[in-house]
């Protein structure tokens, strides 16, 4: 069934709107980032979100379509991710796209931008053989999700403070980075040896698949307090950040394998921000293979946030027939 639809994803501070034709045939996949806009908060300021979505979800959406060389008229369906997120900022994806659903007489369906982010795979790879453990590590979120099906999905595991993404973001802060940190932490993590000093690896030896990172967190403030960087004598900044990050790419790869094997898992997947860390990637190649695991892994620029991924989604519930009336609300809590 090769139809068209639109999808809109505006949950944090990305703006993105993908056309997608079928199930994986991507036309267009535009994401504006407000980095800029919140460099000098230290960090995404929710209101100044909402306003700058407002002001480019409309030219953005025009973009679209002419990448994709299409119409309003050509559309079959209408998706929009409508939970979690900064409440302002997804009422405003979703405002465009009810107003679109409504006046083009669309079916409307509405996408938990959660449950979207592991069908970067499903874009990419095709079907994928389930049962599934997928790894969700975004900014906001790190979870474990077992899939039996499209549709059918449990959280098994879930941070219970700071999720890895967040955790890094502040330690990178810590070192005079700006967000989101991410991309520098990997890069320094590739490039050095981790020192030898060995930070906290919380949860990770007891028997619930739940993470936190508040501690890892606390520690690096601790250790950047108490030690001189780059003095005679003192720590380098570069393999600091690489024992910082083994810990953190040690639990998310440990405990995702933990799950697959507790859930009779043989196949896993990563996706997510943190996923387009080129560090964490090598290590899950690693373990997979020494696990005998099949790994699927989105390419980095499908791995953050993107409105593709949430049409993906979208298209297997409009061939299911699952969609929702113009009342969707829209929810800022991840519930699932
Ligand atoms: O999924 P995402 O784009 O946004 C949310 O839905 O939250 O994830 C953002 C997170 C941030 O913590 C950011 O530092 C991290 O993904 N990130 C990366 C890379 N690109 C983004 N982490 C490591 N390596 C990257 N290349
Ligand atoms: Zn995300």
């Given at each position: 069934?090769?139809?068209?639809?639109l999808a809109i994803?505006?949950?944090?501070?990305?703006?993105?709107?993908?056309?997608?034709?079928?199930?994986?045939?991507?036309?267009?996949?535009?994401?504006?980032?407000?980095?800029?806009?919140?460099?000098?908060?230290?960090?995404?300021?929710?209101?100044?979100?909402?306003?700058?979505?407002?002001?480019v979800i409309h030219?953005?959406?025009?973009?679209?379509?002419?990448?994709?060389?299409?119409?309003?008229?050509?559309?079959?369906?209408?998706?929009?991710?409508?939970q979690p997120g900064?409440?302002?900022?997804?009422?405003?994806?979703?405002?465009?796209?009810?107003?679109?659903?409504?006046?083009?007489?669309?079916?409307?369906?509405?996408?938990?931008?959660?449950?979207?982010?592991?069908?970067?795979?499903?874009?990419?790879?095709?079907?994928?053989?389930?049962?599934?453990?997928?790894?969700?590590?975004?900014?906001?979120?790190?979870?474990?999700?077992?899939?039996?099906?499209?549709?059918?999905?449990?959280?098994?595991?879930?941070?219970?403070?700071?999720?890895?993404?967040?955790?890094?973001?502040?330690?990178?802060?810590?070192?005079?980075?700006?967000?989101?940190?991410?991309?520098?932490?990997?890069?320094?993590?590739?490039?050095?040896?981790?020192?030898?000093?060995?930070?906290?690896?919380?949860?990770?030896?007891?028997?619930?698949?739940?993470?936190?990172?508040?501690?890892?967190?606390?520690?690096?403030?601790?250790?950047?307090?108490?030690?001189?960087?780059?003095?005679?004598?003192?720590?380098?900044?570069?393999?600091?950040?690489?024992?910082?990050?083994?810990?953190?790419?040690?639990?998310?790869?440990?405990?995702?394998?933990?799950?697959?094997?507790?859930?009779?898992?043989?196949?896993?997947?990563?996706?997510?921000?943190?996923?387009?860390?080129?560090?964490?990637?090598?290590?899950?190649?690693?373990?997979?293979?020494?696990?005998?695991?099949?790994?699927?892994?989105?390419?980095?620029?499908?791995?953050?946030?993107?409105?593709?991924?949430?049409?993906?989604?979208?298209?297997?519930?409009?061939?299911?027939?699952?969609?929702?009336?113009?009342?969707?609300?829209?929810?800022?809590?991840?519930?699932?």
């Amino acid at each position: 069934m090769n139809t068209l639809g639109l999808a809109i994803d505006t949950t944090f501070d990305d703006t993105s709107v993908a056309i997608l034709r079928g199930r994986r045939e991507v036309l267009a996949n535009l994401t504006l980032s407000q980095f800029a806009d919140h460099a000098e908060f230290g960090g995404v300021v929710p209101e100044r979100a909402s306003r700058k979505h407002l002001q480019v979800i409309h030219p953005l959406m025009e973009r679209a379509l002419a990448e994709a060389g299409i119409g309003f008229s050509s559309l079959d369906w209408v998706a929009v991710s409508n939970q979690p997120g900064l409440l302002g900022s997804i009422l405003v994806g979703m405002t465009v796209a009810k107003s679109l659903a409504y006046l083009l007489r669309l079916p409307l369906i509405g996408i938990n931008h959660i449950e979207a982010h592991p069908y970067a795979n499903f874009l990419v790879h095709g079907e994928l053989p389930f049962p599934l453990m997928h790894l969700v590590a975004a900014g906001g979120h790190t979870l474990l999700i077992h899939q039996e099906h499209h549709f059918q999905w449990k959280i098994v595991g879930r941070s219970v403070d700071d999720a890895a993404g967040e955790c890094v973001d502040k330690v990178a802060k810590m070192f005079g980075h700006p967000f989101p940190g991410g991309p520098v932490v990997d890069k320094l993590a590739l490039a050095h040896e981790p020192a030898p000093h060995r930070f906290p690896r919380p949860m990770l030896n007891g028997p619930g698949l739940d993470f936190s990172f508040s501690g890892l967190k606390t520690a690096m403030l601790y250790f950047r307090r108490d030690n001189d960087l780059g003095g005679s004598g003192g720590f380098q900044e570069g393999p600091v950040i690489a024992a910082f990050f083994e810990a953190v790419t040690d639990v998310l790869i440990t405990k995702t394998l933990r799950a697959a094997e507790k859930y009779g898992v043989a196949a896993v997947t990563v996706s997510g921000g943190l996923a387009a860390s080129i560090k964490l990637r090598h290590g899950f190649e690693a373990a997979c293979e020494n696990a005998g695991m099949t790994l699927y892994y989105p390419p980095p620029a499908l791995c953050t946030d993107n409105a593709a991924m949430v049409a993906c989604l979208a298209a297997y519930r409009h061939e299911a027939g699952r969609h929702d009336t113009l009342e969707l609300d829209g929810r800022a809590n991840l519930v699932g």
